[in-house]
């Protein structure tokens, strides 16, 4: 009797909740689960930025990329109208993966025995009997390539994972990688490969996407090839990713990670620029990763991505001449990847080859050597330091900004050393990238020149303690960031855009605005997909 009293109330409740919801909601059929739990909505109107919060109407959970197709179809068809957005893992700092109007996918949450990574061989290029003589030569020396099938929603890790038991691995990464594939092939996927290979959306061969008609299309450069482009760094407004064909390479053993310290800033940037224009030499004439950072001040919450400085090699900044340099060091971080069979003995002698063509600080090279894997997942295992001391979950008011080369050092001038005034409340990370190595078709936004720099303020705003590290102040100080650069007509993009108004929108894509509006007409007239974004509205 109790037991019927309990069921005929959770029926009620069910009915309450689920009053508002479209219909058509209602009747989906989807192999997975659609939910209104409220757990799972709560979790789902999160992100890591914490900033803003908003809950959905349900939460998918596909079984299969035709559950992505029914709810997608559904949405475009229903009178009444809803959105959907793909969350991937919710790394997004202003709420770029929420819809309070619709269902959010948890791509990441997918059965993992419906989404096995597939790795596979290219087939050779075309016969180059009957092309040019240069098209030959190149072709001879195109080594096998291989490539990995993945699900959308699949994070990084577990690619990598995945394609180390064929001793193979992706060739452009980011820091992190408990990001999803969808999520950074939205952005654009950088980290200090970039300057050789590109960002991840440069190493895909081919995606399937679900547009915002529920259509499902494979595309590539050959097939589709205006979806593929658009897709690519086009933050979830054409499609959903549900399969990514990324490129791969041989996975190297280990890494020679090593770090320098500058206290002049122009030749901190001049020798990153030398590194970065090597990207043509052979392996054994370059580094592998090219990054840097600028140290403002010290302590966890600044430096949780700078691991092996301290406190085995404890760096004194007074004593490094930073004083007389605004308080400001910048340290240029490298890598070399080798196998232990073929170059142990040679990583050494290619490193200091290197070091000797650069001017650093004397006495400050700071290297450590590790298994490739560790190298690459680095940045979790400064998570796991945050987390355990509870500055994981604080809100991350972050600003990533492309910074044309020819004013990177105003950049510094105004910002490092000027606006922040030795207060950092996180990382700042600086390295420059060479455009040709963007492909233009992208939706992707860079400045317009042909090298810039990312330069990541990677902030987190704490409740209590000084008053610089809460997030009123850190948002105050993004804002003037961006007005300084706005009056000193510095053209940054932003990187992981945030804007909120249509002319912002079209002013961050430039020349791209005009076709970036044209294919979202033709892929998502309704406008459904990944609101978060505010780049559009729905349209009934
Ligand atoms: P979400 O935040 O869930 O989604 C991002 C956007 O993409 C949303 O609009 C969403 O709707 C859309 N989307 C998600 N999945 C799909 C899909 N399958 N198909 C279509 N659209 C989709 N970025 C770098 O480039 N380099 C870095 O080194 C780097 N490091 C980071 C480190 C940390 C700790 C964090 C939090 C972020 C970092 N990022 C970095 C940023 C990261 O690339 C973005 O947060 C990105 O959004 C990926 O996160 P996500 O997979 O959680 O996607």
Same mark, same amino acid.
């Given at each position: 009797m109790a037991s019927r009293r309990l069921l005929l109330v959770l029926a009620i409740c069910r009915l309450i909740s689920t009053v508002g919801l479209p219909s058509e909601l209602l009747e989906l059929g989807v192999q997975g689960s659609l939910t209104i739990d409220p757990a799972e909505v709560e979790a789902a109107s999160h992100d890591f930025g914490g900033l803003t919060q908003t809950k959905p109407l349900a939460v998918l959970r596909p079984d299969s990329v035709q559950d992505v197709v029914a709810l997608l179809r559904s949405a475009y068809g229903s009178d009444r109208g809803f959105t959907v957005s793909a969350r991937g893992h919710g790394h997004s700092i202003h709420g770029q993966a929420q819809t309070g109007s619709g269902v959010v996918i948890e791509m990441g949450r997918m059965k993992r025995e419906n989404r096995p990574v597939v790795v596979g061989e290219l087939p050779p290029p075309p016969s180059s009997s009957s092309s040019s003589s240069s098209s030959s030569s190149s072709s001879s020396k195109r080594n096998k390539e291989w490539y990995a099938d993945v699900w959308g929603g699949e994070l990084w890790i577990d690619v990598l994972k995945s394609t180390l038991e064929r001793g193979l691995a992706p060739k452009s990464w980011t820091d992190y990688l408990y990001l999803t594939v969808g999520g950074t092939l939205s952005n654009a996927g950088i980290s200090g490969q970039a300057f050789n @290979?590109?960002?991840?959306?440069?190493?895909? @061969?081919q995606l399937d996407v679900v547009t915002g008609k529920g259509e499902l299309k494979t595309c590539s450069e050959e097939k589709n090839p205006e979806l593929f482009h658009a897709v690519l760094g086009g933050l979830g407004q054409f499609g959903i990713i549900t399969r990514a064909r990324i490129a791969l390479e041989p996975a190297p053993e280990r890494v020679r990670w090593i770090r320098v310290l500058y206290s002049d800033f122009s030749t901190f940037t001049r020798d990153q620029e030398y590194l970065i224009s090597l @990207? &043509? &030499?052979?392996a054994s004439m370059r580094f592998d990763y090219v990054e840097g950072f600028v140290i403002v001040e010290q302590g966890l919450i600044n430096n949780w991505r700078s691991s092996f400085f301290s406190p085995r090699n404890p760096v004194k900044i007074s004593s490094l001449g930073a004083t007389a340099n605004g308080g400001v060091l910048y340290c240029l971080e490298i890598t070399k990847n080798y196998n232990d069979a073929t170059a142990a003995n040679t990583v050494d002698q290619e490193v200091d080859a290197l070091l000797k063509k650069l001017d650093f600080i004397p006495g400050t090279v700071f290297t450590t050597d590790l298994p490739y894997v560790d190298f690459l997942d680095r940045v979790h295992s400064a998570e796991l330091k945050l987390r355990a001391k509870g500055l994981w979950d604080v809100p991350h008011p972050w600003l990533n900004l492309f910074v044309p080369k020819s004013r990177i050092a105003d950049f510094d001038a105004g910002v490092f050393k000027g606006i922040l005034g030795n207060k950092t409340s996180g990382p700042i990370l600086i390295y420059p990238m060479n455009k040709n190595k963007w492909d233009e078709r992208s939706s992707a936004v860079t400045p317009d020149e042909d090298i810039f720099y990312l330069v990541a303020l990677l902030r987190s705003a704490l409740s209590s303690g000084d008053e610089t590290q809460t997030l009123d102040y850190l948002s105050r100080q993004n804002q003037e960031i961006l007005a300084f650069c706005t009056k000193a007509r510095i053209r940054v993009k932003q990187y992981l855009p945030h804007y909120t108004t249509q002319s912002d929108w079209e002013h961050h894509f430039g020349h791209k605005w005009e076709k970036f509006l044209q294919t979202k007409m033709e892929f998502d007239p309704k406008g459904i997909l990944a609101t978060g974004q505010r780049i559009f509205s729905p349209t009934p």
């Open positions: @290979h590109g960002p991840q959306i440069s190493n895909v @061969h @990207h &043509e &030499e052979p």
